[in-house]
């Protein structure tokens, strides 16, 4: 009996493997085939998405920053410019410049990361 139970789980395997092959994802194959190109292709999607969230991020900060902007012009009308809630004011529109120049550069940077990858991709995409 238990002859006759492994030899079916054999036959059964050894007709499934053809099948099991077929069924792999393109993508895996063309991993296992070309796996710099892969890799190419992975850091360009990384570097998309980072791009997005600095895009994200930038709007968030200038938004901080024309409010800081806006709540320091109203408290040196208001208080004039000797005053520590007008310096308070200043300390953070300066702040808020520093974080969006900071956000300004690493989006900058990651730009320039997802170009070159794209060029890897267009690289390797015309050697066969």
Do not use: C, W
């Not at 994802?25 to 969230?53: F, G, L, R, S």
């Not at 702040?95 to 170009?115: C, F, I, T």
């Amino acid at each position: 009996m238990n002859q006759k139970m492994n030899l079916s789980f054999l036959l059964i395997a050894a007709a499934l493997s053809p099948l099991g092959l077929q069924a792999q994802d393109k993508a895996v194959v063309e991993t296992i085939k070309h796996p710099v190109a892969a890799y190419h292709k992975h850091e360009m999607k990384t570097d998309q998405i980072n791009d997005v969230k600095f895009s994200q991020e930038a709007n968030e900060k200038e938004e901080l920053l024309d409010q800081a902007r806006k709540d320091y012009e109203k408290d040196l009308k208001e208080y004039g410019s000797n005053n520590t809630i007008t310096q308070a004011a200043k300390s953070r529109l300066d702040s808020a410049k520093k974080d969006y120049r900071k956000l300004v550069r690493r989006q900058r940077e990651a730009e320039k990361d997802l170009m070159e990858d794209v060029h890897d991709v267009v690289k390797d995409k015309a050697t066969p």
